[in-house]
């Protein structure tokens, strides 16, 4: 880890590529997720390919693990190892309980208050989009204090619209009933969905057919009145990489985005997902989803 006085972390679900996460010097802490008795790490032990390719055979649907607070204790005491401070950006608390044993341990007497924790209220790469300013400030020399209050405004501006490809993974997870995914499947109903201020998924329209979804992601962000001209934007997707690398070049070329981060929705997220999610993130000119 390079010797730079603001450290930043993330946990695995800001669903960042590898080589970007090093690139920027970001320390990413893994969830977890298991099949059965078998308990892989978050994009570490299993690929997106492996793992989206296992969702869809394996009878058993996977479940996941929020972080603990013995496994953030390594993270954070390397983090802070030379005396500096550290910026923790985490998966939105709406969605899982590891924001909260990262505060506990941050508070901890070890850390002195070194370590500042941050709720993305956010997911995938929209909640990785963040992670990247803050790493920015960080290597401007900006202090941790300045880092917390530009990405606490970035969170609060930052929009997630997604489209499922299916409910069943949704239905397998207990999260929507079966009369609901067979109903979406008979009449090729897709759901549109967002994360709403609190940091929850929240439904916004269910259209007919795929590419209707699709286009309906890009409607959103009109409706919103955004301007990603100049932005760096996200896209995300699970096994849907064809149709994220569309979204994209629509960002720049019907939008004038600076930069498109696309990248794959990792296991964790995905179990809940299912293949098929495609994902879009961008700055909005007010609080997201208003």
Same mark, same amino acid.
């Given at each position: 880890?390079?010797?730079?006085?603001?450290?930043?972390?993330? /946990?695995?679900?800001? /669903?960042?590529?590898?080589?970007?996460?090093?690139?920027?010097?970001?320390?990413?802490?893994?969830?977890?997720?298991?099949?059965?008795?078998?308990?892989?790490?978050?994009? %570490?032990?299993?690929?997106? /390919?492996?793992?989206?390719?296992?969702?869809?055979?394996?009878?058993?649907? =996977?479940?996941?693990?929020? %972080?603990?607070?013995?496994?953030?204790?390594?993270?954070?005491?390397?983090?802070?190892? /030379?005396?500096?401070?550290?910026?923790? %950006?985490?998966?939105?608390?709406?969605?899982?309980?590891?924001?909260?044993?990262?505060?506990?341990?941050?508070?901890? =007497?070890?850390?002195?208050?070194?370590?500042?924790?941050?709720?993305?209220?956010?997911?995938?790469?929209?909640?990785?989009l963040m992670v990247l300013r803050a790493a920015d400030l960080a290597a401007a020399?900006? =202090?941790?204090?300045?880092?917390?209050?530009?990405?606490?405004?970035?969170?609060?501006?930052?929009?997630?619209?997604?489209?499922?490809?299916?409910?069943?993974?949704?239905?397998?997870?207990?999260?929507?009933?079966?009369?609901?995914? #067979?109903?979406?499947?008979?009449?090729?109903?897709?759901?549109? *969905?967002?994360?709403?201020?609190?940091?929850?998924?929240?439904? %916004?329209?269910?259209?007919?057919?795929? +590419?209707? #979804? *699709?286009?309906? *992601?890009?409607?959103?962000?009109?409706?919103?009145?955004?301007?990603?001209?100049?932005?760096?934007?996200?896209?995300?997707?699970?096994?849907?990489?064809?149709?994220?690398?569309?979204?994209?070049?629509?960002? +720049?070329?019907?939008?004038?985005?600076?930069?498109?981060?696309?990248?794959?929705?990792?296991?964790?997220?995905?179990?809940?997902?299912?293949?098929?999610?495609?994902?879009?993130?961008?700055?909005?000119?007010?609080?997201?989803?208003?």
């Amino acid at each position: 880890m390079a010797n730079r006085h603001v450290r930043i972390l993330c /946990d695995s679900c800001a /669903d960042l590529p590898r080589s970007l996460a090093e690139q920027h010097q970001i320390v990413c802490v893994p969830l977890t997720f298991s099949f059965g008795k078998d308990v892989f790490r978050d994009q %570490i032990d299993m690929q997106c /390919d492996e793992f989206y390719t296992k969702l869809k055979s394996d009878p058993r649907h =996977p479940n996941t693990s929020q %972080i603990t607070p013995a496994e953030y204790e390594p993270f954070f005491r390397e983090a802070t190892a /030379d005396g500096g401070e550290a910026v923790y %950006i985490g998966l939105s608390s709406g969605l899982s309980g590891s924001l909260q044993n990262a505060t506990l341990v941050a508070a901890g =007497p070890e850390f002195g208050g070194r370590i500042r924790v941050v709720d993305s209220l956010g997911a995938s790469i929209g909640y990785g989009l963040m992670v990247l300013r803050a790493a920015d400030l960080a290597a401007a020399g900006t =202090p941790a204090g300045e880092i917390v209050t530009a990405i606490e405004s970035l969170r609060d501006r930052m929009c997630h619209v997604f489209t499922l490809d299916t409910l069943e993974y949704a239905h397998r997870g207990g999260r929507v009933s079966a009369f609901s995914a #067979a109903a979406s499947r008979i009449l090729d109903v897709k759901p549109v *969905l967002h994360m709403d201020m609190a940091g929850k998924l929240v439904a %916004i329209d269910r259209v007919r057919g795929r +590419k209707k #979804a *699709l286009n309906r *992601l890009f409607g959103e962000l009109e409706r919103l009145g955004a301007n990603p001209a100049g932005q760096r934007v996200g896209v995300c997707h699970a096994a849907a990489e064809s149709e994220a690398l569309d979204a994209a070049e629509r960002f +720049k070329t019907q939008y004038g985005a600076a930069e498109v981060v696309v990248a794959e929705i990792g296991p964790v997220i995905g179990t809940h997902t299912g293949p098929g999610c495609v994902s879009i993130f961008f700055e909005g000119p007010v609080g997201r989803g208003e």
